[in-house]
Antibody
Framework: QVKLQQSGAELVKPGASVKLSCKTS????????MSWFKQIPGQSIEWIGM????????GYNQKFKGKATLTVDTSSSTAYMDLSSLTTEDSAVYFC?????????????WGQGVMVTVSS | DIVLTQSPALAVSLEQRATISCKTS??????????MHWYQQKPGQQPKLLIY???NLASGIPARFSGSGSGTDFTLTIDPVEADDIATYYC?????????FGGGTKLELK
């Protein structure tokens, strides 16, 4: 079955960067898109951007350009998101989710989420 | 960006019907398909896809969940509501980028 396993919680200092991972199994990694999301506890979900695992092509929400960088490693079927120049406003739960390669497809499988806390 | 508006909360009794609405700032239909999806999220968990393209039940989702609507007005119906359905429900559009979600409707017990 399809699984997306995210890395563990992170506590990072302001100004630092963090790299989150999303290891997948149960489907052909290179033929789907992977999106990333931000959710501050008690608030709604924001779409950060997406990456096509087949060729590494990316698309970002303008709000997160310069903040997030998405990459993939097809040899390990893992997607990554780098978050840079962290501030307390980046403290949130971050999810990865698969999106099939069809027009307007939903996010059908999600990782369990990872809490990132930015604090000195 | 397309804005999705949901009521913040809805109180229902078990075994009754719950109707959750989502209104969009722009038409999210294209080529006869509504690019509107619904997710359920319980505290501390990831969202789960319930309904895709307006009215299609996702794999493994009970038939008491249904979706309807088109254009700018959409509805998620749960009938009958069970205790396990107490959660927050989000609508999401995939007509345009950036993908956007509604603010969520928290389903509560009366």
């Amino acid at each position: 079955q399809v699984k997306l396993q995210q890395s563990g919680a992170e506590l990072v200092k302001p100004g630092a960067s963090v790299k989150l991972s999303c290891k997948t199994s149960g489907y052909t990694f290179s033929t789907s898109y992977m999106s990333w999301f931000k959710q501050i506890p008690g608030q709604s979900i924001e779409w950060i951007g997406m990456i096509y695992a087949g060729d590494g092509g990316t698309g970002y929400n303008q709000k997160f350009k310069g903040k997030a960088t998405l990459t993939v490693d097809t040899s390990s079927s893992t997607a990554y998101m780098d978050l840079s120049s962290l501030t307390t406003e980046d403290s949130a739960v971050y999810f990865c989710a698969r999106c099939p390669p069809s027009l307007g497809a939903p996010f059908d499988y999600w990782g369990q989420g990872v809490m990132v806390t930015v604090s000195s | 960006d397309i804005v999705l508006t949901q009521s913040p909360a809805l109180a229902v009794s078990l075994e009754q019907r719950a109707t959750i609405s989502c209104k969009t700032s722009q038409n999210v239909d294209n080529y006869g398909i509504s690019y509107m999806h619904w997710y359920q999220q319980k505290p501390g968990q990831q969202p789960k896809l319930l309904i895709y393209e307006g009215s299609n039940l996702a794999s493994g989702i009970p038939a008491r969940f249904s979706g309807s609507g088109s254009g700018t007005d959409f509805t998620l119906t749960i009938d009958p509501v069970e205790a396990d359905d107490i959660a927050t429900y989000y609508c999401q559009q995939s007509k345009d980028y950036p993908r956007t979600f509604g603010g969520g409707t928290k389903l509560e017990l009366k």
